[in-house]
């Protein structure tokens, strides 16, 4: 076992050597612009791309006409939220989303208020799901797009999409959600749900970084984006730039990888995940966040309570790398957004780790795992007065 051990997949993940394989060609002999026409060089590049978001499409059940491509998942969400905004202008202003989204969705949708957008924040339960009953009484007849995020990221609680693409149907509105966490670890299928508009990235599912792509339906209804990148006129005329050839390869492999291994995978880690948590969970005083029933198979958010997260993540970070919450807020000190929605108090949600599994996770890891955050835990509620207090108490009783 080589330490250190990964377990933080939903900041990013290695790429499969299947993956760099494929790309690798497109460095160096088949280097071409896809935009150019003229010769072979191009031509090759075209087809490589035109492979890819047959791959793509697949694997969200999309068309590959669908698949725009962009530089990830945030470029994505901007895309999407801004696109709307602009071409329905007169239609309506108003957008609904929910207030345990990643930051790429609601600094955008915080962006666009300030040019005129109305925005509802829908609340969300203890388990971070939200009231299907508060997002149809929200919809008003200004109300132009449902932004409503997969799987979250901190938390991994799935929500209910078949029912909030129905309700989005419904009542004639665009229904967007970033699956970025989702898509490649569970099965996806924008038709199937209903979802008119959906951002991904190559980096969450053993893909390159720099790559990801905004599924754009086509039919019942056609779904119209201004284009928030000006240029060339690539991408269906949404968004324009030379085509990351390389990129676009690795993910297209990426998803027909997902496509094939995303159950067994599934499978696996959910053990190991329940393993992790049920041997942590003796530690007492330790809360599984978000709901257990409706969420990603490889994640888990747990706090423990009079151990502080910082503190939690310096004792093991040489051995164990964790998270304590989104990697693109984790310059921050404030505590989780996320678990902050869901009705943790500072100290618990400071308290919190995010464990990642992924596909090159052993159970020698796991193990390895259970006993270094054991002890660190141990450790860290040993110099804690408030934790001696409460053994007192609890012995009183």
Known sequence: MNLPIYLDH??????????????????????????????????????????????????????????VFTSGATEADNLAIKGVYEMYASKGNHIITVVTEHKAVLDTCRHIEKLGAEVT????????????????????????????????????????????????????????????????????????????????????MYGPKGIGALYVRRKNPRVKLTAQMDGGGHERGMR???????????????????????????????????????????????????SKEHRLPHVSNMSFKYAEGEALLMGLNKEIALSSGSACTSASIEPSHVLKALGLDDELAHSSLRFGLGRYTTSEEIEYTIVQVSKTVKKLRGLSPLWEKSKEEAGAK
């Open 121 to 204: 924040y829908l609340k969300v339960n203890t388990d971070g799901l939200i009231d299907l009953q508060e997002l149809e009484a929200a919809i008003k007849p200004t109300t132009i797009l449902i932004a409503i995020m997969y799987a979250n990221n901190e938390t991994g609680t799935i929500q209910p999409m078949k029912e909030i693409g129905a309700i989005a149907k419904k009542h004639g509105v665009i229904f967007f959600s970033d699956a970025t966490q989702a898509v490649g670890k569970i099965p996806v299928d924008v038709k199937n749900d209903d979802i008119d508009l959906l951002a991904m990235t190559a980096h969450k």
């Open 240 to 290: 324009s730039g030379t085509l990351n050839v390389p990129g676009i390869v690795g993910f297209g492999k990426a998803c027909e990888l997902c496509l094939h291994e995303m159950q067994q995978d599934a499978e696996r880690l959910s053990k190991l995940r329940d393993r992790l948590e049920n041997a942590l969970l003796k530690l007492g005083e330790v809360y599984i966040n978000g």
């Open 10 to 67: 939903n900041a990013t993940t290695p790429c499969d050597p299947g993956v760099v394989a494929a790309m690798l060609p497109y460095f160096t002999q088949n280097f071409g612009n896809a935009s150019s026409r003229n010769h072979s060089f191009g031509w090759h590049a075209e087809e490589a791309v035109d492979y890819a978001r047959e791959q793509v499409a697949l694997l969200i059940g999309a068309e590959p006409k669908e698949i």
